[in-house]
């Protein structure tokens, strides 16, 4: 565990989300009240409110590795819970129920002067200290053992506020996963948004010949690492080929997957890190995981959006799956199709019973959450 956060129950993380993220999730939110998805709860009455959103289950789950990275804790996101203040609002002294374990405040945006919080040890609000958040500032705090709040608001027009909560998975409340609900709120969702898939992106004859070539280099593979170049077989079993990225089956791949991008998520990246071909012999496997790794972090190479072509489909298990809560999602997969994803999806392929399964995978990247 993170020594500051286990002696000081919290932590100050400047500029934890880029300016850009937070002005694009401010207009989501304000799109959100215009609707009239919002609503009005005691503790703020003045304010709006929203809670287990898509838009920011999305990011509570997003952001669940830097929030580990932070702590030192392994951790299950719970849920998501945002304010937009009102002038005359006040947030009284308290602290949180179980599923509030670890708690993030995020200041997504203020109009005027920003509106501080308070932490503090008792409710007689002694030894507290009195935090100023700018926009992308976050407090990571032990939501049930401190006490927090914030003064009444008179010194701006509006100010928005997101909170991701998390429990301990070693802890007392690991029960409190998901907020008890079977999946986050966009789990829920139908495949439109957090994959896209593109069937007969090629012919099956084209992906025949794309084998058959491949199948000439197999001698020149070796075996794929997890991060930090480790190898483990019982993690990830496969073998690997690095691809041009300028020219042939790389750069074919680049461009579906940029174009994919525009079309759909938007996100802000800047190139295509590495493509790779992976031939997966029998009981190769990969089991569950994310692409975007915690080296990634603070870099202008975060892994942003995975694409994977399937090469061939003569083979038996090695099916590639997406996991939602407890439950496994399985997209289209035979030979020719392309399937484009962000990289925080949890994934899996599952271990090949018969035959050789042939995919090639890369990522696009950019800075990071932004």
Request: hydrophobic share 35%; aromatic share 12%; proline share 4%.
């Amino acid at each position: 565990m993170n020594q500051e956060f286990l002696n000081k129950k919290y932590l100050i993380k400047r500029n934890f989300l880029d300016q850009q993220s937070c002005r694009e999730y401010v207009e989501a939110f304000r799109q959100e009240i215009e609707q009239g998805r919002t609503k009005k709860d005691p503790q703020c009455p003045l304010s709006h409110s929203l809670g287990h959103s898509e838009l920011f289950d999305s990011l509570l789950e997003q952001l669940t590795p830097h929030i580990e990275e932070a702590t030192g804790l392994e951790l299950y996101p719970t849920y998501a819970y945002a304010r937009w203040y009102a002038p005359g609002d006040e947030l009284k002294i308290h602290r949180d129920r179980e599923s509030c374990e670890i708690t993030t405040t995020l200041n997504l945006g203020f109009e005027g002067n920003q509106w501080p919080i308070y932490m503090g040890v008792d409710e007689k609000k002694q030894n507290c200290e009195k935090v100023d958040m700018n926009i992308g500032d976050a407090v990571i705090f032990r939501g049930q053992e401190l006490y927090h709040w914030r003064e009444k608001y008179i010194e701006g027009q509006w100010q928005a506020q997101v909170f991701l909560h998390y429990v301990d998975k070693n802890g007392p409340h690991a029960e409190w996963k998901y907020d008890k609900r079977k999946s986050l709120a966009h789990h829920n969702n139908t495949p439109v948004g957090h994959f896209h898939i593109i069937e007969d992106a090629f012919s099956r004859e084209k992906s025949k010949e794309i084998e058959e070539k491949f199948n000439k280099h197999l001698d020149k593979t070796h075996q794929a690492l997890l991060a930090g170049n480790k190898i483990d077989l019982d993690v990830r079993d496969t073998k690997r080929l690095l691809l041009p990225l300028d020219r042939g089956l790389g750069a074919m791949l680049i461009g579906i997957a940029f174009q994919t991008n525009f079309n759909i998520w938007k996100f802000d990246v800047t190139h295509c890190a590495q493509v790779e071909f992976l031939n997966y012999d029998k009981n190769g496997k990969f089991t569950d995981h994310i692409d975007t790794i915690l080296a990634d972090i603070g870099s202008p190479d975060t892994r942003k959006l995975t694409f994977i072509f399937i090469v061939n489909d003569e083979f038996e298990g090695g099916k590639l799956y997406f996991k939602f809560g407890k439950d496994k999602l399985y997209p289209p997969q035979k030979a020719g199709t392309v399937i484009v994803f962000p990289s925080f999806l949890t994934h899996g392929v599952e271990p090949v019973t018969e035959g050789n399964r042939k995919t090639v995978v890369g990522w696009l990247v950019g800075p990071y959450l932004k």
